[in-house]
């Protein structure tokens, strides 16, 4: 049995998971590149369907620039816990909320 051809094939969807508690300019450099990102031909094509920041606490300028990235881009989404519950919690929370098939977490 041969696999389906890839470029008919419809491609996965993939959400992006960042847990933000401490942030600087990496994070919005990081975030200009994933939504730059075009649909891969490949043997297992993708696309990126979503970024979702998690804010698990931090300073009003973290708060800050999430939000002003959740306006810049549109496949970005802000998640905000009530307090710091830590990088896992912050991941966790965020994949319950991804609409992907798949799930890749950075942080």
Do not use: K
Not at 72 to 88: D, E, K, P
Not at 95 to 102: K, N, S
């Amino acid at each position: 049995m041969r696999p389906p051809d890839s470029r008919s094939a419809v491609p996965d969807t993939i959400t992006v998971v960042i847990p933000v508690y401490r942030a600087d300019v990496a994070l919005s450099d990081l975030v200009d590149q994933l939504v730059s990102l075009e649909p891969q031909p490949s043997e297992l094509p993708f696309e990126l369907c979503e970024v979702l920041l998690v804010f698990d606490g931090g300073s009003d300028e973290v708060a800050d620039l999430v939000r002003d990235l959740a306006r810049r881009h549109s496949i970005v989404r802000a998640i905000w816990l009530t307090r710091n519950f830590g990088q896992h919690a912050a991941t966790f929370a965020g994949m319950q909320q991804a609409t992907g098939r798949w799930i890749v977490t950075m942080d």
